[in-house]
């Protein structure tokens, strides 16, 4: 008798039985040629809130996406029923190509990296000056993770009337980082999400910081209640006063093309999956001195080829030192 395995060929087809009759399995996937575009809003314990056209549909995963998993910010393709009436659910047969990713890590021994926003143009790093206390160890991870993933970082520094921002914008002054500071009584009266709007026009950004320093007020600010209506159900925890978002969320700005993507507040942002060498992009005038380097250099090395770029005078030792100052982030913990 002939056994599977070695010797087998085209003639060869393994079938398993079912109670519908034996056929054959295949690899081929259909096209859905037919599949309506959509952007992935927020998502919830497998179901995918998605703006298609002019309307909001309840979404799942479609099977022969294996184990590729959509997030916020995604660009989709979707079948099914696109009524966004009650009840109703469509499948996600397709997630187009990321034009960046933000990822983390819960802490830098963990090796399951976590895709949290897609697509993002920029990451607003907000901030408090004090009340809570500026992390600045938190501020190099946030910046790490973008540059790693290809967005652009912006500063909100908030609660300026009770400490100057002057010290805490010195640390980052060699990076030119856009950067707005705003005080309480502009949070409050809405002064802020204005001047914070005029960095966010036309563009994707994903807003990060830790409990207290008045994130989620700046994004209720920034978003009029009639727009985030739009997104349905938000899923979020009120208590004492506070709103504090527990899911990513996409939220539209009054600009047709604009979005604010508001994330979860973090205590911590591992790193375990920066690789150095995409951080070094972001620094254009220190990257043609690595081409020098050895294979697989932390750019923190004694054989570094960047110490003998700069020394020729290519670009600036103050930008060297913030580059290291940055990869440092990735062997130190938030409070050293």
Known sequence: MR????HTDEDDIRSRPNRKG???????????????EGMVLTVDRGRLTCLVEDRVVMAMKARELGRKAAVVGDRVALVGDLSGKKDTLARIVRIAERSSVLRRTADD???YERVV?????????????????????????????????????????????LAPPAKLLELYGDLDIPYVVTSRAELE????ADRVREQLDGRVTAFVGHSGVGKTTLVNAL????????????????????????????????AADGWVVDTPGVRS???????????IHAFPDLEPGTEGCPRACSHDEPDCALDAWVAEGHADPARLYSLRRLLATRERTEGD
Do not use: M
């Not at 000056?129 to 520094?157: F, K, N, Q, T």
């Not at 009266?189 to 802020?192: I, K, L, Q, T, V």
């Open 223 to 254: 978003v009029p209640k009639d727009r985030r209506r739009l997104t349905g159900h938000v899923n979020a925890v009120t208590g004492r006063g506070r709103h504090t978002t527990t899911s990513a969320l996409a939220l539209p700005l009054d």
């Open 269 to 279: 942002f591992g790193l375990a999956h920066i690789d150095p060498s995409r951080v």
């Open 189 to 192: 009266n809405g002064d802020a």
């Open 3 to 6: 056994r599977y395995g070695k």
């Open 22 to 36: 034996n056929r054959p399995r295949t690899n081929i996937r259909p096209k859905h040629e037919d599949a309506a």
């Open 117 to 161: 926003v897609a697509n993002a143009d920029q990451l607003a790093i907000v901030t408090a000056l004090a009340d809570p206390e500026p992390r600045p160890r938190l501020i190099d991870r946030c910046l790490v993770a973008a540059y790693d993933g290809g967005l652009e970082p912006l500063l909100v520094l908030t609660k300026s009337d």
């Open 109 to 111: 021994d963990d090796p």
